[in-house]
């Protein structure tokens, strides 16, 4: 079955980095989209970046562009989102994603889900 295991959140201050890993596993890595998803508390979950199969192409939402980097490696099975410049507005529960449908972007909905990994930022 597929498996999505998110790690690498905590607590760090404003301007500070941090990288999310996700390490999947139950199908294919290199034929899916994988993204990353956050929630932050009262609010619904929404999209943050994705990145094809060949990891070359690569979407993020505008609230992230410039300072969140997502990657791949394909041999390892794992995802990555390298974030820069964090800000308290950044904080949230951080999702890894695949589609349930090949070649299926994870903006399309119908995902698995991994159990998500906690990011605090303060001021």
């Known amino acids: 079955q597929v498996q999505l295991a998110e790690s690498g959140g905590g607590l760090v201050q404003a301007g500070g980095s941090l990288r999310l890993s996700c390490v999947a596993s139950?199908?294919?890595?290199?034929?899916?989209?994988l993204g990353w998803f956050r929630q932050a508390p009262g609010r619904e979950r929404e999209f943050v970046a994705q990145i094809k199969g060949d990891g070359v192409n690569t979407d993020y939402a505008d609230s992230v562009k410039g300072r969140f980097t997502i990657s791949r490696d394909n041999a390892e099975n794992t995802v990555y989102l390298q974030m820069s410049s964090l800000k308290p507005e950044d904080t949230a529960v951080y999702y890894c994603?695949?589609?349930?449908?090949?070649?299926?972007?994870?903006?399309?909905?119908?995902?698995?889900w991994g159990q998500g990994t906690q990011v605090t930022v303060s001021s």
């Open positions: 139950g199908f294919t890595f290199s034929n899916y989209y």
């Open positions: 994603a695949v589609s349930k449908r090949y070649s299926s972007r994870v903006t399309d909905g119908n995902n698995y």
